[in-house]
């Protein structure tokens, strides 16, 4: 199994956000995880990116441990709260610095992104000047740039217009189809059932598969 989560717990200010999560995610598959704000679909991803570290339980990709704070074992495209783009330099400049981290930058990716989403002749303004709509639609390009094999986002399509959702929609069944494994989380579940292969629900901690498997 590529991602593998055993008992994962987490409390947070005497508030238990995570509750003995189990769960296995395999190579080529959308999964939705959907529930309300609080529910702790975010903290879920932040544990699997290794962003915090938990009170009990393990996290592994490919057989490989995810350890707080360090390297991860794989590449992993990431949406999670607000991206951390420089307002003052362009979002070409900003795509640019993000992908030479880890000397990954293909331009003809980027330009295609760009393209699909609708940011090309505004790829060398600054990123300040973007609308929240744009800035998210930025958000997905740098998340899938890299060809990253694991790809987490919360909740991508907040402040997309209908086609925009759309066009996120069919990107994210390409990127499916070319064996990356996808983990959405979103309260919006009618966009997750178009897509999804397998729904998860997350209330109060607790994660469980729904019955509205695809």
Not at 154 to 166: A, K, M, Q, Y
Request: net charge negative; charged share 25%; proline share 4%.
């Amino acid at each position: 199994m590529y991602v593998k989560i055993r008992h994962l717990t987490k409390t947070i200010k005497r508030k238990v956000v995570l509750r003995d999560v189990n769960a296995e995610f395999e190579r080529g598959n959308i999964y939705g995880i959907v529930g309300p704000n609080g529910s702790g679909k975010t903290m879920l991803l932040r544990a699997i990116c290794g962003f915090i570290r938990p009170d009990n339980g393990t996290v592994s990709i490919d057989g490989k441990p995810v350890e707080f704070n360090k390297k991860l074992p794989e590449s992993v495209g990431v949406i999670i709260e607000n991206p951390g783009f420089i307002p003052s330099q362009s979002a070409m400049e900003n795509l640019r610095y993000l992908a030479d981290i880890n000397h990954a930058f293909d331009q003809d990716e980027i330009m295609r992104l760009l393209d699909l989403f609708g940011l090309r002749n505004h790829a060398h303004e600054q990123v300040r000047s973007y609308s929240l709509g744009m800035r998210q639609k930025l958000a997905i390009v740098q998340a899938l740039m890299e060809h990253q094999p694991l790809i987490l986002l919360d909740e991508p399509t907040n402040g997309l217009d209908e086609h925009s959702v759309s066009v996120f929609l069919e990107e994210m069944k390409r990127q499916r189809d070319m064996g990356r494994t996808v983990l959405i989380a979103s309260h919006h579940s009618d966009e997750l059932s178009q897509i999804a292969d397998h729904l998860y629900l997350m209330s109060d901690g607790v994660l469980s598969s729904s019955d509205a498997d695809c």
